[in-house]
Every structure is written in structure tokens, then in C-alpha cells.
């Protein structure tokens, strides 16, 4: 199976700041999903972004796909102290299983 | 409206004991995905179950561990005979469909700790 890679694997940035994270794949996906995780909790689905799309947004949240360099960025604009969490972006492979990729853990500093 | 459902949330075994992960997907979902993550990781998929069906268990341990999603009750994630390295965070997720269009419901994890 082909792992996401996620860039920076960390991120600090003050409060207010946009924090842009970036994911990169190996295979052919149907879609891209993003998802958080806050310090020992489960994940949260933050947005699918399908393979025909380009660019899709969702409140503070923006993701862009390109399919031809198999990348992918989440950016957060106006970040809040909240926002503080492990982002991980996934893809389907086979029967539904989602690839994780190692995650950016993102400071939010007030 | 509960979301995914998991107990225990920590647990902990000493080597050689068996440990028992329960997972209640949310209402009105047949699909179930147990994935274990390791400290500053990502998680790994390890089965994927339907109702009294595996479905995908490509990254599960040929031995030791096995799973279940009974027709009535919640989905089991069974480890016998843990070892030190089974030490991890393992979570349950659950889907409506099967399709792989939609995203998977995560539950808060169990915290296995092996002694």
C-alpha cells in the first residue's frame, strides 16, 4: 500500500496566522480526504475533495488537489487557538480501507 | 445522535493476557474499520467488517488477532496473548456504505497499554 506524505510533520505559527499543510501520494485516487485529530481524541472529518475537483472550501478551510502531481494542501486562514491539533490527510485504497499519512502537528500560539 | 461508541477507553494487560476492544458503530451504519495508531503516527488500517462479514483484512496480524461483527452487538477487535509491541491506540470508524465516497465516523479510541 502507498502511504500519504504529509509536509511539515510540524507546524507553529501565532494565532491569526494561516497555517498551510501539504500531502503527497503515490497512487490513483478517487478522492482525498483531511481529517483532525485533537490530543487523544478520535478523528474528525474536516472535507472530501474528489478527484475532478481542483479546489474546494468549507468555512475557514481550503483545500486544493492536483492530480498530476499527486498533492494535496489544506490551508487554515485566520487560525485560532483552537485549531491546535494533528492534521492527517487520507485516501481510499481497495475495499474502502483509508491510507493515512504521518500527520502535521500544528501549534496554534496565542 | 451518538457517534461511534468505543470501550474501553484505556486497558491495560499484562504480556500473555487477551485484550477485548469493543466498538458500537453509529445508528444506521453497517461498515466498520479498526485501524491502530502508534505514538506521533499516522493510523493503519487493519480490518474492514460488515455485518457477520470481513470484508478486508489485509492489515491485520495473521496471529493473535482476529475480529468479529456480529449481527446483533458491537464489532469485537480481539488481541490473545499480547505482547509489548501491541501497545497502541487502537480506533474504530464506521461508514453507512461501502463506496469509499463518503468519510468514516471515528470513535475516541481505546489506549491498550501492555505491562
Known amino acids: 500500500s502507498q502511504q500519504g506524505e504529509e509536509d511539515p510533520q510540524a507546524l507553529s505559527i501565532q494565532e491569526g496566522e494561516n497555517a498551510t499543510m501539504n500531502c503527497s501520494y503515490k497512487t490513483s485516487i478517487n478522492n482525498l480526504q483531511w481529517y483532525r485529530q485533537n490530543s487523544g481524541r478520535g478523528l474528525v472529518h474536516l472535507i472530501l475533495?474528489?478527484?475532478?475537483?481542483r479546489e474546494k472550501h468549507s468555512g475557514r478551510l481550503r483545500v486544493t488537489l492536483d492530480t498530476s502531481k499527486k498533492s494535496s494542501s489544506l490551508l487554515i486562514t485566520a487560525s485560532r487557538a483552537a485549531d491546535t491539533a494533528s492534521y492527517f490527510c487520507a485516501f481510499v485504497q481497495g475495499a474502502q480501507k483509508l491510507v493515512f499519512g504521518q500527520g502535521t502537528r500544528l501549534t496554534i500560539n496565542p | 445522535n451518538a457517534g461511534v461508541m468505543q470501550n474501553p477507553r484505556h486497558l491495560v494487560r499484562r504480556r500473555g493476557q487477551e485484550a477485548r476492544l469493543r466498538c458500537s458503530p453509529m445508528k444506521g451504519h453497517s461498515h466498520v474499520y479498526w485501524y491502530r495508531q502508534l505514538p506521533e503516527e499516522g493510523l493503519k488500517f487493519m480490518v474492514y467488517l460488515q455485518k457477520e462479514n470481513i470484508i478486508d483484512e489485509s492489515g491485520m496480524p495473521k496471529e493473535r488477532f482476529s475480529a468479529e461483527f456480529p449481527k446483533e452487538g458491537p464489532s469485537i477487535l480481539r488481541i490473545q496473548q499480547v505482547v509489548r509491541g501491541d501497545s497502541a491506540a487502537y480506533f474504530c470508524?464506521?461508514?453507512?456504505?461501502?463506496?469509499?465516497?463518503?468519510?468514516?465516523?471515528f470513535g475516541d479510541g481505546t489506549r491498550l497499554s501492555i505491562l
Open positions: 475533495i474528489r478527484s475532478n475537483e
Open positions: 470508524a464506521s461508514s453507512p456504505v461501502g463506496t469509499g465516497a463518503q468519510p468514516q465516523h
